[in-house]
């Protein structure tokens, strides 16, 4: 019993570990993925200044992409 025991703990922790590291790489692709999404919303913003400035009309803003831009520069 002890011994089932021992290996089932072992196995518990391997898959821990195993989760951590998941985690881990999901965070560093998260962190990424908002930078990256932090740069796009600036080079939106510069750009619809640029045409405010010439008197250009521009696009009506997407609304879904109009989330997530709010959503990568609140985080």
């Given at each position: 019993m002890?011994?089932?025991?021992?290996?089932?703990?072992?196995k518990l922790?391997e898959?821990?570990q195993?989760?951590?590291l998941h985690l881990?790489?999901?965070?560093a692709?998260?962190?990424?993925?908002?930078?990256?999404?932090l740069?796009?919303?600036?080079?939106?913003?510069?750009?619809?200044?640029?045409?405010?400035e010439?008197?250009?009309?521009?696009?009506?803003?997407r609304?879904?992409l109009?989330?997530?831009?709010?959503?990568?520069?609140?985080?």
């Amino acid at each position: 019993m002890n011994q089932r025991l021992i290996e089932r703990m072992k196995k518990l922790e391997e898959e821990f570990q195993t989760g951590q590291l998941h985690l881990a790489e999901l965070e560093a692709r998260e962190s990424d993925l908002r930078s990256r999404l932090l740069r796009i919303s600036g080079a939106i913003q510069v750009l619809r200044e640029l045409l405010d400035e010439q008197g250009s009309p521009k696009p009506e803003p997407r609304p879904a992409l109009e989330k997530i831009v709010s959503t990568a520069t609140a985080a």
